[in-house]
């Protein structure tokens, strides 16, 4: 799950900052060929990498029956959410820009869906973690029902699956300590 987790970080990184030189570089030469070109194989990285982290993870999720895997989880997709907060306002700030200049020139369509394409699987691949996660929580009874739904429905909204990842801890933390100050009696 780590191997998978840097390999997307890696590659997300590495299309932040060839986006952002891509930007640059479209700054000094007006040539929207050069910002596709530049941004386009980091994309594909990216998504290559969140496919395989989909795949891992909903491969992993039966071995979540201790819980030391449980907590390397938590903090494992914590991390990595808060890791790819400067990758997504990158691509935010890639795809508003190119937006923004395709509203003068109508080029840039493509630059724009891809980010918001390549944001998506990020987004996805961060939250399917975190999604079975909660329902593990949910099913084991660490959480409610009604509240294992609606966190596991945030962790697809951007932002606020955050939030809601954070709720999730407090919660599951709090069933944790409950648990085991029932044990001790």
């Known amino acids: 799950?780590?191997?998978?987790?840097?390999?997307?970080?890696?590659?997300?990184?590495?299309?932040?900052?060839?986006?952002?030189?891509?930007?640059?570089?479209?700054?000094?030469?007006?040539?929207?060929?050069?910002?596709?070109?530049?941004?386009?194989?980091?994309?594909?990285?990216?998504?290559?990498?969140?496919?395989?982290?989909?795949?891992?993870?909903?491969?992993?999720?039966?071995?979540?029956?201790?819980?030391?895997?449980?907590?390397?989880?938590?903090?494992?997709?914590?991390?990595m959410k808060l890791l790819l907060i400067p990758v997504f306002a990158g691509n935010l700030f890639l795809g508003v820009y190119s937006f923004a200049l395709g509203m003068i020139t109508g080029i840039t369509f493509l630059v724009t869906l891809a980010a918001a394409i390549v944001s998506f699987f990020m987004l996805l691949s961060s939250s399917i973690y975190s999604a079975i996660l909660i329902l593990h929580a949910r099913k084991a009874g660490a959480v409610q029902d009604s509240h294992g739904i609606v966190l596991a429905i945030t962790q697809f909204i951007y932002v606020i699956d955050i939030i809601g990842f954070i709720i999730f801890r407090r919660l599951l933390k709090k069933a944790i300590i409950s648990k085991e100050a029932v044990a001790t009696e």
């Open 1 to 79: 799950m780590k191997t998978c987790i840097a390999v997307q970080l890696i590659c997300a990184y590495i299309l932040l900052f060839a986006s952002l030189a891509a930007v640059f570089i479209f700054h000094e030469t007006k040539d929207f060929t050069l910002l596709f070109l530049l941004t386009w194989i980091p994309q594909i990285l990216v998504i290559a990498a969140s496919v395989l982290n989909i795949v891992r993870a909903l491969s992993k999720r039966a071995g979540l029956m201790d819980d030391a895997a449980v907590q390397l989880w938590l903090k494992t997709v914590f991390c």
